[in-house]
């Protein structure tokens, strides 16, 4: 069974460019989570969705950060304008989505953002 | 909102030592998952509790879910070198409609 694919492993960006990461979950994975990883720090949930619809956005800063799950599969977490406070690890994870709170998570190999 | 604590932050241990780790959620929870993330690597699961005072083993690591479903631990028995890692728990508040990871408790295992 193929793992969560994230990409691009790597990006180094200067402050107020752009970035986008890209997630592909299992398959028949119905929930997908975009994670910030800031280093010696838990996982810090910025958006779930369920299929394609979200399902917790709370801690997402909206003014700069946007996600979006097209057909219920892949995902893409973007940034626009990045600060400084934004390197961190970008983790994507998925899970069977049946019973949310339950669901094992499988997360992929997460994308390192710096911004200089 | 939710706060989920874990102490130690690090450790350090000699190569057959025990180890254990715990964590403390500031709200009820209705399950705990536990997941290692290795240097350079994500998080892996481990195991999940789900009824109070309940515990579980996996071969030399032990789960325990506190009575008060607020708090967990996980001892690990005689440490390996490949047990070196970040170990953190995600506490499930179904209440609130969140689940939160706490900082993680980073282990050193030296051989």
């Known amino acids: 069974e193929a793992g969560v694919a994230q990409s691009p492993r790597y990006k180094i960006i200067e402050k107020r460019q752009s970035v986008a990461f890209w997630c592909n979950p299992i398959s028949g994975h119905a929930t997908l989570y975009w994670y910030q990883q800031i280093l010696g720090q838990g996982p810090k949930l910025l958006i779930q969705f369920q299929n394609n619809g979200v399902v917790d956005d709370s801690q997402l800063p909206k003014d700069r950060f946007s996600a979006e799950r097209l057909k219920g599969v892949d995902s893409t977490l973007k940034i626009q304008p990045a600060k400084l406070e934004d390197s961190a690890v970008y983790l994507c994870?998925?899970?069977?989505?049946?019973?949310?709170?339950?669901?094992?998570?499988?997360f992929g190999p997460g994308t390192r953002l710096t911004v200089l | 909102g939710q706060q989920v604590m874990q102490i130690p932050q690090y450790q350090h241990v000699q190569e057959g030592e025990d180890f254990t780790t715990y964590c403390n959620s500031s709200?009820?929870?209705?399950?705990i998952q536990w997941y290692k993330q290795r240097p350079g690597g994500h998080p892996v699961f481990l195991i999940q509790l789900v009824k109070s005072g309940e515990v579980k083993k996996q071969k030399r690591l032990t789960f325990q879910f506190g009575e008060a479903k607020k708090n967990s631990s996980l001892h690990i028995t005689a440490t390996q070198t490949t047990d070196v890692g970040t170990y953190f728990c995600a506490g499930a508040d179904t209440n609130a409609g969140k689940s939160t990871f706490g900082d993680g408790t980073t282990l050193t295992v030296k051989p």
């Open positions: 709200t009820t929870l209705s399950n």
């Open positions: 994870a998925s899970s069977l989505g049946q019973r949310v709170f339950t669901d094992t998570q499988y």
